[in-house]
């Protein structure tokens, strides 16, 4: 609990030092820990704890496995009538993502997102938080999802990390 208590601090702190306006030239998942960080010229921007798939530990191996990738891809589009408040497409998957279901004989799923919560929502605000809920999508809340939107420009690389 208090390393938990430590990280949101660290990630008000970056988020609180960040440059307004500033527009995100990279983005950085770290899933063990839990973080989405934004990056302009090398300097986190901002960092906000996320939420992944509910089988969150290894790569994403097929559709349906609840995984969230893991490898470099970019952000591809974006829905503003998602069923989850805004979306960010995820260039999920890649030409290795394709190969390796290929050669397994599954299909490697898609449609993998930065989203907000559930327009229909079924737990509380704070439960969405520290529970791996998506079917392999990266969620924030409502408000982060917002500011992401905002600085996160179409074709912007983001790196998904273990």
């Known amino acids: 609990m208090l390393r938990a208590l430590a990280h949101l601090l660290l ?15 990279r983005i950085v998942v770290n899933k063990s820990k839990r973080e989405l960080l934004l990056y302009r010229e ?9 939420a992944l798939g509910g ?8 559709q349906g496995d ?30 290795d993502d394709r190969a390796r279901a290929l050669q397994a004989g599954v299909r490697p799923g898609g449609d993998i997102l930065i989203h907000g919560l559930p327009n229909r929502q079924h737990l ?25 939107w905002r600085l996160v420009p179409d074709g ?7």
């Open 124 to 148: 509380a605000d704070a439960e969405y938080e520290v529970t791996d809920w998506t079917d392999g999508c990266i969620a924030v809340n409502n408000a982060e999802i917002e500011e992401i």
């Open 66 to 95: 609840h995984r969230t990738p893991e490898g470099e891809y970019s952000i591809s589009g974006r829905n503003p009538a998602s069923a989850y408040h805004r979306a960010l497409r995820i260039s999920y998957p890649n030409a």
């Open 42 to 50: 090398g300097k986190v921007i901002r960092a906000y704890r996320v």
């Open 156 to 162: 912007t690389p983001i790196r998904i990390n273990p």
């Open 11 to 25: 990630l008000t702190c970056i988020a609180a030092a960040a440059t307004p306006g500033a527009r995100a030239d």
């Open 55 to 62: 089988n969150p530990v290894g790569p994403k191996q097929r």
